[in-house]
């Protein structure tokens, strides 16, 4: 029991029996769930909210929605109820602590690396390094074949017709291209391009890490090929 009880109060509660029975994870797995906390982490603080929980977590890899047992929301909720926030309209933060704690809780029943690592990688679309190495050079062949098409339309890519594009391709006003704006752009274009590498572009050149390419970040991107 001692071992147990960390805060020395005699007693033993639930988070202290799971602490003490709770595996640590290897470097490989600790390294991604520490990476995707810092990605979701964007603001540096140690904390993250539900929204930054809602903007990046992928629903659509969820069994239960897949399955249609679960509505986004629902799939979005029951995710959240694992760290007592809500998903809108409330505060509540995730410390990293809590973060790397649930998945510490879910590694010990995933027991293989691989498969572990795929699971929170389609979660959450955040890769491991090596990983992310091969895809951003993969994307560039696709990224330069955008730029080709763009000179041929509207040659020279100066300041002013790059703004004019951006305006044109970000067809929901938000201010930001989306993964899924982005892979409308290529298609619009005939060029062959899977959502893995249209992640890998906008990971290379989203600086502010909104999960979109900003009129700034498009610009970098276009002028990084042209």
Same mark, same amino acid.
């Given at each position: 029991?001692?071992?147990?009880? =960390?805060?020395?109060?005699?007693?033993? &509660?639930?988070? %202290?029996?799971?602490?003490?029975?709770? %595996?640590?994870?290897? %470097?490989?797995?600790?390294?991604?769930?520490?990476?995707?906390?810092? =990605?979701?982490?964007?603001?540096?603080?140690?904390?993250? *909210?539900?929204?930054?929980?809602? +903007?990046?977590?992928?629903?659509?890899?969820?069994?239960?929605?897949?399955?249609?047992?679960? *509505?986004?929301?629902?799939?979005?909720?029951?995710?959240?109820?694992?760290?007592?926030? $809500?998903?809108?309209?409330?505060?509540? *933060?995730? =410390?990293? #602590?809590?973060? @790397?704690?649930?998945?510490?809780?879910?590694?010990?029943?995933?027991?293989?690396?691989?498969?572990?690592?795929?699971?929170?990688?389609?979660?959450?679309?955040?890769?491991?390094? &090596?990983?992310?190495? /091969?895809?951003?050079?993969?994307?560039?062949?696709?990224? $330069?074949?955008?730029? %080709?098409?763009?000179?041929?339309?509207?040659?020279?890519?100066?300041?002013?017709?790059?703004?004019?594009?951006?305006?044109?391709?970000?067809? &929901?006003? =938000?201010?930001?291209? +989306?993964?899924?704006?982005?892979?409308?752009?290529? /298609?619009?274009?005939?060029?062959?391009?899977?959502?893995? &590498? @249209?992640?890998?572009?906008?990971?290379?050149?989203?600086?502010?890490?909104?999960?979109?390419? #900003?009129?700034?970040?498009?610009?970098?991107?276009?002028? $990084?090929?042209?």
């Amino acid at each position: 029991m001692i071992y147990y009880d =960390t805060n020395k109060d005699g007693g033993v &509660s639930y988070e %202290e029996f799971l602490q003490g029975i709770r %595996e640590p994870m290897s %470097e490989r797995r600790q390294a991604l769930v520490e990476k995707i906390f810092k =990605t979701l982490d964007k603001n540096g603080s140690g904390a993250i *909210t539900a929204a930054d929980i809602e +903007s990046h977590y992928r629903v659509e890899s969820s069994p239960d929605f897949i399955s249609g047992a679960k *509505t986004k929301q629902q799939v979005l909720e029951a995710f959240l109820s694992n760290f007592d926030v $809500a998903p809108k309209g409330q505060d509540g *933060t995730i =410390t990293k #602590e809590e973060f @790397v704690n649930y998945y510490a809780d879910l590694s010990m029943v995933l027991p293989v690396d691989d498969y572990f690592v795929s699971v929170l990688e389609g979660a959450w679309e955040i890769k491991e390094e &090596s990983k992310e190495a /091969a895809e951003n050079e993969k994307a560039k062949g696709p990224a $330069a074949a955008l730029v %080709e098409k763009l000179k041929v339309v509207a040659a020279p890519l100066d300041d002013k017709v790059i703004e004019a594009a951006f305006k044109d391709f970000n067809k &929901s006003k =938000t201010g930001g291209l +989306s993964i899924d704006e982005l892979q409308q752009i290529f /298609a619009r274009f005939e060029i062959p391009i899977d959502r893995v &590498s @249209v992640i890998g572009i906008v990971r290379m050149f989203d600086k502010n890490k909104s999960g979109a390419l #900003e009129l700034e970040e498009f610009r970098d991107l276009i002028k $990084a090929f042209v």
